[in-house]
Protein backbone atom coordinates (compact mmCIF):
# COMPACT_ATOMS: atom_id res chain seq x y z
CA UNK A 1 0.00 0.00 0.00
CA UNK A 2 1.68 3.64 -1.16
CA UNK A 3 2.09 6.25 1.65
CA UNK A 4 3.83 9.46 1.87
CA UNK A 5 6.02 8.50 4.35
CA UNK A 6 6.75 4.52 2.77
CA UNK A 7 7.58 6.65 -0.29
CA UNK A 8 10.18 8.84 0.99
CA UNK A 9 11.53 6.10 2.95
CA UNK A 10 11.66 4.36 -0.62
CA UNK A 11 14.08 7.64 -1.85
CA UNK A 12 16.04 7.85 1.10
CA UNK A 13 16.98 4.05 0.54
CA UNK A 14 17.67 4.47 -3.01
CA UNK A 15 19.72 7.42 -2.77
CA UNK A 16 21.74 6.00 -0.12
CA UNK A 17 22.49 2.87 -1.69
CA UNK A 18 23.30 5.35 -4.91
CA UNK A 19 25.73 7.14 -2.82
CA UNK A 20 27.31 3.61 -0.99
CA UNK A 21 27.15 2.10 -4.97
CA UNK A 22 29.56 4.72 -5.73
CA UNK A 23 32.01 4.67 -3.06
CA UNK A 24 31.91 1.13 -2.06
CA UNK A 25 33.07 0.28 -6.34
CA UNK A 26 35.06 3.16 -6.75
CA UNK A 27 37.20 2.97 -3.64
CA UNK A 28 38.50 0.19 -1.62
CA UNK A 29 36.46 0.21 1.83
CA UNK A 30 39.72 0.64 3.61
CA UNK A 31 40.39 3.94 1.39
CA UNK A 32 36.88 5.06 2.18
CA UNK A 33 37.17 4.98 5.92
CA UNK A 34 40.62 6.66 5.80
CA UNK A 35 39.33 9.22 3.58
CA UNK A 36 36.04 9.76 4.93
CA UNK A 37 37.55 10.07 8.68
CA UNK A 38 40.20 12.27 7.12
CA UNK A 39 38.06 15.23 4.85
CA UNK A 40 37.46 18.27 6.47
CA UNK A 41 34.58 20.84 5.56
CA UNK A 42 35.02 22.52 2.40
CA UNK A 43 35.45 26.14 3.18
CA UNK A 44 35.95 27.72 -0.64
CA UNK A 45 34.25 26.18 -3.81
CA UNK A 46 35.84 23.35 -5.82
CA UNK A 47 39.19 24.37 -7.18
CA UNK A 48 39.37 24.64 -11.17
CA UNK A 49 41.70 21.38 -12.42
CA UNK A 50 44.40 23.47 -13.54
CA UNK A 51 44.92 24.18 -9.28
CA UNK A 52 46.20 22.33 -7.09
CA UNK A 53 44.85 21.88 -4.17
CA UNK A 54 46.72 22.88 -0.70
CA UNK A 55 46.94 19.65 1.35
CA UNK A 56 44.76 18.87 4.30
CA UNK A 57 46.63 19.33 7.90
CA UNK A 58 45.77 16.47 9.79
CA UNK A 59 44.14 17.07 13.40
CA UNK A 60 47.18 17.11 16.22
CA UNK A 61 47.03 16.56 20.07
CA UNK A 62 47.55 19.93 21.91
CA UNK A 63 49.71 18.13 24.72
CA UNK A 64 51.42 14.68 25.16
CA UNK A 65 48.50 13.59 27.83
CA UNK A 66 46.12 13.79 24.64
CA UNK A 67 48.43 12.25 22.10
CA UNK A 68 48.90 9.49 24.67
CA UNK A 69 45.18 9.08 25.48
CA UNK A 70 44.67 9.06 21.57
CA UNK A 71 47.45 6.54 20.98
CA UNK A 72 45.85 4.50 23.78
CA UNK A 73 42.52 4.20 22.39
CA UNK A 74 43.97 3.43 18.79
CA UNK A 75 45.66 0.56 20.50
CA UNK A 76 43.28 -1.00 22.11
CA UNK A 77 41.90 -4.10 20.43
CA UNK A 78 38.44 -5.06 22.61
CA UNK A 79 35.93 -2.92 20.58
CA UNK A 80 33.65 -2.38 23.81
CA UNK A 81 36.80 -1.01 25.57
CA UNK A 82 37.99 1.12 22.53
CA UNK A 83 34.35 3.10 22.87
CA UNK A 84 34.88 3.40 27.15
CA UNK A 85 38.02 5.10 26.01
CA UNK A 86 36.87 7.30 23.53
CA UNK A 87 33.84 8.50 25.53
CA UNK A 88 36.44 9.35 28.49
CA UNK A 89 38.67 10.98 25.91
CA UNK A 90 35.55 13.12 24.56
CA UNK A 91 34.90 14.11 28.05
CA UNK A 92 38.62 14.84 29.11
CA UNK A 93 39.35 16.47 25.93
CA UNK A 94 36.21 18.42 24.65
CA UNK A 95 38.35 20.73 22.28
CA UNK A 96 40.66 18.50 21.03
CA UNK A 97 41.55 18.26 17.34
CA UNK A 98 41.31 14.09 17.77
CA UNK A 99 37.43 14.41 18.74
CA UNK A 100 36.55 13.54 15.10
CA UNK A 101 38.91 10.85 14.54
CA UNK A 102 38.28 8.98 18.15
CA UNK A 103 35.01 8.83 17.12
CA UNK A 104 35.52 7.34 13.87
CA UNK A 105 37.83 4.68 15.33
CA UNK A 106 34.24 4.25 18.03
CA UNK A 107 32.18 4.39 15.25
CA UNK A 108 34.34 1.04 13.18
CA UNK A 109 34.31 -0.73 16.67
CA UNK A 110 30.60 -0.53 17.19
CA UNK A 111 29.93 -2.00 13.91
CA UNK A 112 32.36 -4.54 14.44
CA UNK A 113 29.91 -5.53 17.95
CA UNK A 114 26.71 -4.48 15.71
CA UNK A 115 25.49 -2.13 18.83
CA UNK A 116 23.34 -0.21 16.44
CA UNK A 117 22.29 2.65 18.47
CA UNK A 118 26.45 3.43 19.41
CA UNK A 119 27.16 3.39 15.67
CA UNK A 120 24.47 5.71 15.00
CA UNK A 121 25.41 7.99 18.11
CA UNK A 122 28.84 8.27 16.78
CA UNK A 123 27.62 8.83 13.50
CA UNK A 124 25.88 11.61 15.00
CA UNK A 125 28.56 13.13 17.03
CA UNK A 126 30.94 13.02 13.93
CA UNK A 127 28.41 15.35 11.92
CA UNK A 128 28.02 17.50 14.49
CA UNK A 129 31.87 18.52 14.59
CA UNK A 130 32.31 17.98 10.92
CA UNK A 131 29.10 17.99 8.73
CA UNK A 132 30.56 16.74 5.53
CA UNK A 133 31.91 13.30 6.95
CA UNK A 134 31.06 10.84 3.94
CA UNK A 135 31.11 7.87 5.86
CA UNK A 136 28.91 9.29 9.14
CA UNK A 137 26.67 10.92 6.82
CA UNK A 138 26.55 7.50 4.35
CA UNK A 139 25.37 5.61 7.87
CA UNK A 140 22.91 8.40 9.00
CA UNK A 141 21.41 8.06 5.52
CA UNK A 142 21.07 4.48 5.00
CA UNK A 143 20.79 2.83 8.48
CA UNK A 144 18.00 5.37 10.34
CA UNK A 145 15.50 4.91 7.55
CA UNK A 146 16.36 0.82 7.52
CA UNK A 147 15.95 0.13 11.36
CA UNK A 148 13.23 2.88 12.34
CA UNK A 149 9.62 0.48 12.49
CA UNK A 150 6.40 1.70 11.54
CA UNK A 151 5.73 2.38 15.57
CA UNK A 152 8.59 4.07 16.34
CA UNK A 153 7.22 7.23 17.96
CA UNK A 154 10.24 9.32 16.68
CA UNK A 155 9.69 7.93 13.10
CA UNK A 156 9.14 10.99 11.57
CA UNK A 157 12.68 12.73 13.03
CA UNK A 158 14.61 9.91 11.84
CA UNK A 159 13.49 10.17 8.29
CA UNK A 160 14.04 13.36 8.27
CA UNK A 161 17.43 13.13 9.83
CA UNK A 162 17.89 10.32 6.83
CA UNK A 163 16.62 12.61 4.27
CA UNK A 164 19.08 15.32 5.30
CA UNK A 165 21.98 13.14 5.40
CA UNK A 166 21.32 11.69 1.80
CA UNK A 167 20.76 15.12 0.93
CA UNK A 168 23.96 16.12 2.30
CA UNK A 169 25.90 13.23 0.75
CA UNK A 170 24.13 14.18 -2.67
CA UNK A 171 25.85 17.39 -2.70
CA UNK A 172 29.55 15.93 -1.50
CA UNK A 173 29.47 14.10 -4.56
CA UNK A 174 31.00 16.57 -6.45
CA UNK A 175 33.50 18.17 -4.14
CA UNK A 176 35.19 14.42 -3.59
CA UNK A 177 38.33 13.35 -4.68
CA UNK A 178 39.06 11.26 -7.73
CA UNK A 179 40.57 8.19 -6.41
CA UNK A 180 44.29 6.52 -7.40
CA UNK A 181 42.34 3.38 -8.93
CA UNK A 182 39.79 5.15 -10.92
CA UNK A 183 40.82 7.18 -14.68
CA UNK A 184 39.77 10.72 -15.09
CA UNK A 185 37.28 9.15 -17.56
CA UNK A 186 36.04 6.83 -15.29
CA UNK A 187 35.53 9.36 -12.50
CA UNK A 188 33.87 11.86 -14.82
CA UNK A 189 30.95 8.97 -15.59
CA UNK A 190 30.61 8.88 -12.15
Known amino acids: MWSPVSSRRKVIRIAATWILGLSLFSWPAARLLQAASQQQPPTTPPPQPTETKKPKRAPQAKTQIEYDAYQAIDAEKDPSK ?18 V ?42 WLPERTTENDPQRDAKLKEAADAAGQLIKLVPTLDKPDNATADQWATQ
Do not use: C, G, W
Not at 120 to 128: C, G, L, N
Open 82 to 99: KMALVDKFAVDFPDSELR
Open 101 to 142: PAFALALESAQQISNYEKTIDYARKIVQLQPDHVLSLLILAS
